[in-house]
Structures are given as C-alpha cells and as structure tokens.
C-alpha cells in the first residue's frame, strides 16, 4: 500500500535512508517540486529541530503513529528563536579583517616568483610587506624585481644581520625554484 506524502502532514513516521541511518519525528511538511520531505524531530521541552532528506535518499518510510486526532499541525506556528545578533556582527568584522590581512599579503601585478619568495621571507619574518612591487622585510630590506640576491638593498645603511637573512632566505627560495622547474620540466625518464 502506498501513502501519499502530502496526506501523511502530522503523522510520526521513522524514516531510513540509504546509508541505513534512522530519523524518526512528525512530517511537519512535503515540497513535490524538489521531492523533500521535513520532519520535526525535536524532543519534548526543546527547541524545534528539523531535518530536511531528499526523497530520492529515502529506502524506506515507516508511519509509526496513528493518524493525529486533529489536523492542528498544519497550524502550529514555529516562535523564532534567540539570534546573537552582536555575535554575529563580531563574526564578520573578524572574518572580514582576517580576509584584509591576508589580501595584504599577495602582490599586485608581480610575477609568481616574486609572490613565492614574499611567501617564503613572510614565513620567516612576520614583518614583511609588499610596497608597491618591492618586498619590504623589517622596515629596513628591500628586494626589488626581478627579486634576486642581488636586487637587495638596505634602506638604512648596511644592517648586516637583516640583510644577511634575507639574501639566505632569496638564495633558497631562488634554487627551490630552479629546482621545481628543472623536475616539472622533465617529462620522463
């Protein structure tokens, strides 16, 4: 025997899908035009829960009630629940400065090297910024394009040990590069 679903509003049906999973609770609603069936499956004194399932996911659906003495469920109206609005404000406004923080960290208009070395030397040292096209590291280094060893200079003299680490950090950066497109450059062996 067959049951309609939209006739079935109300009623407390166990549902299993195909994974085997078991879901009971009343049909609180039936879409025909996207075969979903919604089914409210809080427990009593608790908030109102629901679960959406495709109705190609369903293996089988079980009425486990008999039929409600009155058809109130289709008019039971659902009170809104709690929203920290402020919550959420301060979700976003965090997620929007992480998103600027790392927006700051990409390169505009510099070459892919350039972008992999800037990652390499901010990995490092914290402190790196791009400026334009040059990569600024301590406020004190600069590596210009095409961002060799020897494109480094020091905007306040000779600071040995910042200019030091960086040429160490662009010397490995360049010959992990070199050594990425010697292997991708092979096509077999």
């Given at each position: 025997m067959?049951?309609?679903?939209?006739?079935?509003?109300?009623?407390?049906?166990?549902?299993?899908?195909?994974?085997?999973?078991?879901?009971e609770?009343?049909?609180?609603?039936?879409?025909?035009?996207?075969s979903?069936?919604?089914?409210?499956?809080n427990?009593?004194?608790?908030?109102?829960?629901?679960?959406?399932?495709?109705?190609?996911f369903?293996k089988?659906?079980e009425v486990?009630?008999?039929?409600?003495?009155s058809?109130?469920?289709?008019r039971?109206?659902?009170k809104?629940?709690?929203?920290?609005?402020q919550?959420?404000?301060?979700?976003?406004?965090?997620?929007?400065?992480?998103?600027?923080?790392?927006?700051?960290?990409?390169?505009?208009?510099?070459s892919?090297?350039?972008?992999?070395?800037f990652?390499?030397?901010y990995?490092?040292?914290?402190?790196?910024r791009?400026?334009?096209?040059a990569?600024?590291?301590?406020?004190?280094?600069?590596?210009?394009?095409?961002?060799r060893?020897?494109?480094?200079?020091?905007?306040?003299?000779?600071n040995?040990?910042?200019?030091?680490l960086?040429?160490?950090?662009?010397?490995?950066?360049?010959?992990?590069?070199?050594?990425?497109?010697?292997?991708?450059?092979?096509?077999?062996?």
């Amino acid at each position: 025997m067959s049951i309609s679903l939209e006739n079935i509003l109300g009623f407390k049906v166990r549902v299993t899908n195909v994974l085997d999973e078991v879901t009971e609770g009343k049909v609180y609603s039936f879409n025909s035009s996207n075969s979903t069936l919604t089914l409210q499956t809080n427990k009593k004194n608790q908030p109102a829960s629901f679960k959406i399932i495709k109705c190609s996911f369903i293996k089988s659906l079980e009425v486990s009630g008999e039929k409600p003495a009155s058809n109130a469920f289709k008019r039971q109206h659902i009170k809104p629940t709690y929203v920290d609005v402020q919550g959420i404000d301060q979700a976003l406004k965090s997620k929007i400065a992480q998103r600027e923080k790392t927006r700051v960290l990409i390169g505009k208009g510099v070459s892919k090297e350039g972008q992999f070395l800037f990652d390499l030397l901010y990995k490092t040292v914290s402190d790196t910024r791009w400026v334009d096209k040059a990569i600024v590291v301590l406020d004190d280094v600069q590596v210009v394009p095409p961002y060799r060893v020897e494109d480094i200079k020091s905007d306040n003299g000779t600071n040995s040990q910042s200019v030091a680490l960086v040429q160490k950090i662009i010397e490995r950066g360049w010959e992990k590069l070199e050594n990425d497109s010697e292997t991708n450059g092979r096509k077999g062996g």
